[in-house]
């Protein structure tokens, strides 16, 4: 039976200088990506690292805000920027939190403002935390973020919430999926606001145009590839 790999992207040192250049002649930062199982229900955080530079950005850090914190600060890491995919209690609980601590912006889209400001759509009375939340820039879906040294696209894939979006790394093929695509699965619909056939559509006419070797951060669970889902998630079939 077939299972999704728990892809390993390795930092790699001393990259010949051709090599740091894509198809175009784009400089490409050397990428490392870590993993932090926070909050309450264990939502995969991601610090997505500029090994030449030090320099950031965290993805939805939703819970143990201090503890992400504490180790940016501890390794020398530069944050530039809070990026949240969408805005349900479990991905941006903490994000004010660590955004505060280094005095960066947080970013989501536009269309997710309203998502974020709903104790309702974002689920944080349902965890009995009622709260709002806000970002510093709504982006609109096909921006591209000038952010750590990478080139961010800025993908619009409603379904799980209103105005959810993906993350693309342009160069390295590396996706922020948030909710919207996991290992052999999407994400939930039956939250106010969610759309299962709104998500088939963003999955299927957005991120599976994507090269098949994008590596997938999703926002639960284990890694995957843009490949291995058209082939074998049975959702999107």
Do not use: W
């Amino acid at each position: 039976a077939k299972s999704c790999a728990r892809l390993k992207v390795y930092l790699r040192l001393n990259v010949p200088q051709a090599d740091k250049y894509n198809e175009t002649g784009v400089y490409m930062a050397d990428l490392r990506i870590e993993e932090y199982n926070v909050g309450d229900i264990g939502t995969n955080c991601y610090f997505i690292v500029n090994a030449d530079t030090k320099e950031m950005v965290i993805i939805d850090p939703g819970g143990d805000g201090a503890d992400l914190i504490r180790r940016i600060k501890e390794r020398g890491l530069k944050l530039q920027a809070v990026l949240l995919t969408h805005g349900h209690y479990d991905h941006a609980h903490h994000a004010r939190m660590v955004a505060d601590a280094f005095g960066v912006p947080v970013y989501a889209s536009e269309k997710e403002e309203a998502t974020m400001h709903d104790i309702q759509k974002n689920v944080s009375a349902m965890f009995g935390n009622p709260e709002t939340y806000d970002a510093d820039v709504y982006a609109k879906g096909g921006d591209v973020l000038d952010l750590a040294g990478f080139k961010i696209k800025v993908i619009s894939t409603p379904g799980h919430t209103e105005g959810g979006c993906c993350y693309y790394f342009d160069g390295n093929k590396v996706l922020a999926s948030g909710d919207t695509l996991f290992c052999g699965s999407v994400g939930r619909t039956d939250f106010k606001g969610g759309s299962m056939s709104e998500l088939v559509r963003s999955v299927k006419e957005k991120l599976f145009l994507l090269p098949n070797d994008t590596a997938v951060l999703p926002g639960h669970e284990a890694r995957t590839t843009i490949g291995y889902e058209k082939q074998y998630n049975m959702y999107l079939a």
